[in-house]
């Protein structure tokens, strides 16, 4: 690993002028190329204290071993250049988008003295007129079937042509009418060239000329009597609008653009491209790539666009290109495709009306392109085992991690404190598994001793399990006169393990909706009570995983070793750095970017945090929709609502007499009496206010309070946006 400081250049050496700068390893290898207005003070970015840095950014100075840089006259020639380089060097930190496909184009064959339609992949080449892409190759075929009958161009291949040529017999296509048999000499070369442009033409776009004039012919051989030829013509008509129909309108301007939607995560970028040719979408590509570097939305788009365009000229790089993100700065992005078309071209993020509800469903097929790419991954059961191998290598482990368990702590600014617990079996998600816990020990905001908590009270449960099993028989009964190992009494009756709250507070599993995904567990038949209902603690995971850095990661270790357990692996993964922290180690375990075992990992911290967030949200609006109505025993949902259609709000129900409330349908003495004595000991709401005049509102008024069973939620302080960003 190479120290920066050794090969920074000296003060006043690098030139503040546009250019492109490469870094090299110690092989002399190219492993990053970059563009800059000013290569000063881009390059002086790199050469700053490595704290300082992105770890992507770290990674990338200290593998170099020197750089060089070109000085260029514009941004553009800076574009351009930059775009040369990464396609000669291949570096291994520049942004790499990788088609999920090789997708097939139409193409016609200009540059030959008979072109030839057929489906291509690949490299483009110069001369030959490209359509698409299309998805699938069938697509491509099924069109130009129903063209070739309105222009019989040939698409045989140079060995059949050849063959016609030397026999003097047409293939198929030419006897039925699907060909015009150039190889024959039935037309000439020049009216050959003709038809394949007119083809062009109407795959381009420029439909409804055609279709006027073949309608015209139709009219005029109908007036003539001859009919036959009206016949074929109608028929010409009926196959172009069927063709037509395969790609529907989707602006009704006739617009030509390409629209450009990016979803990404920390990890990897997908991007999808939809070619729209006179209002109609002619063909859809998608990307995906590994974001080797820290890159804005912006830069992703920029390089989606070099790669989009970067050997494209002329009609092929359209009049208007739509992207989510502009490139920053813009000027040489625009200047730069104005140039490969010879003429203007709009880059800009639509606003409103018909792109901008395309551009939403681009945006729509880039997120499912990368939930698809992210699921194909994770389901591979090589790439599975090689990431829990991989794993097991860097923490030092004796097997891989078969059950691998993740904590999260979740609050608001220190209300509402929660942890997550998820867990994978064999590299899959196991949502029966998942459990929940609120934080019962002290008050406030301390995520440290959230987590020891929660392992402490996950273990304890395990031990219990184990004591009960006869699988563990040192030292004294955890459970000696029905304590419960938390401290707590056990509970009695026929308490459901996974259906409401659990003794110690672990609320059921996660996803509750969702069913298991069928897969054995690795430890053998599931355990079970002595009531025949599943143990929720009773599997011992090979790896623990605490969503944090050191802190976390020894409150989890010492919170076992107080346990006395020793036989479970402990591991932190800091979300801001991606770094993984083992206890008692003072430097992290740096797995690389492409690590399948970081990107497990990863995917086990987000689960867990997202778990997390959704039971923290699901309890502080629980308790924002609170009311003196819900502390009423024995008083369900349904009559709450009736006591408040009937009063209109709280307030006049807590004025109301028993005799008054006993008129609500449902309602007998006794409940009435019960909800008199709840009302008279709740303290009365505050008043409502009108937050645009300040105005303070009565009930009286008309406007009832807000209660859980009455419309609307009190709103907490912030905007929607500033309150997720307060969450934990």
Known sequence: MADPSSYRPRPGEIPDTPGVYRFRDEHRRVIYVGKAKSLRQRLANYF??????HPRTRTMVTTAASVEWTVVSTEVEALQLEYSWIKEYDP?????????KSYPYLAVTMNEE?????????????????????????????????????????????GV????????????????????APCVGRITPD??????????????????????????????????????????????????????????????????????AVAEDELEAAVQIFHVRGGRVRGQRGWVTDKVEEITTGALVEHALQQ???????????????????????EPVQQWLTERRGSGVSLRIPQRGDKKALMETVQRNAQQALVLHKTKRASDLTTRSRALEEIAEALDLDSAPLRIECYDISHLQGDDVVASMVVFEDGLARKSEYRRFQIKGFEGQDDVRSMHEVITRRFRRYLAEKEKTGEWADGESLTDGGQHPDGGQHLGGGQHPDGGQHPDGEAGPGDQAAPDDGEALTHGPALKDDDGRPKRFAYPPQLVVVDGGQPQVAAAQRALDELGIDDIAVCGLAKRLEEVWLPREDDPVVLPRTSEGLYLLQRVRDEAHRFAITYQRTKRAKRFRAGPLDDVPGLGETRKQALIKHFGSVKRLRAATIDQICEVPGIGRKTAETVAVALAGAAPAGPAVNTATGEIMDDDDGAPETTADAPGEPVSAGTPDERRGQER
């Open 48 to 53: 700053q204290d490595l704290a300082h840095l």
């Open 308 to 330: 989009l365009y970067g050997e494209e000229s002329g009609d092929a790089v359209p009049k208007e290109v739509l992207v989510p993100a502009l490139p920053d700065p813009v």
């Open 161 to 180: 042509f050849k063959n016609a040529a030397r026999t003097g017999r047409p293939c198929l296509l030419g006897y039925i009418g699907k060909c015009s």
């Open 114 to 158: 008979f072109p030839r339609v057929q489906v291509m992949r690949g490299h483009k080449k110069k001369g030959v007129r490209y359509f698409g892409p299309y998805g699938h190759a069938w697509a491509i075929r099924d069109t130009v079937d129903l063209l070739l009958r309105v222009f019989p161009v040939r698409t045989c291949s140079t």
């Open 92 to 100: 291994r930190f520049n942004v790499k988008y990788r088609d999920d």
């Open 191 to 260: 009216d050959h060239w003709d038809l394949a442009d007119e083809f062009c033409d109407f795959m381009a776009g420029r439909t409804g000329t055609y279709l006027r004039r073949l309608e015209r012919q139709m009219a005029d051989a109908a007036e003539e009597m001859e009919y036959e030829r009206a016949a074929r013509l109608r028929d010409d008509i009926g196959a172009l609008k069927k063709a037509m129909e395969k790609s529907a309108v989707v602006l009704a301007d006739a617009t030509d653009a390409d629209l450009i």
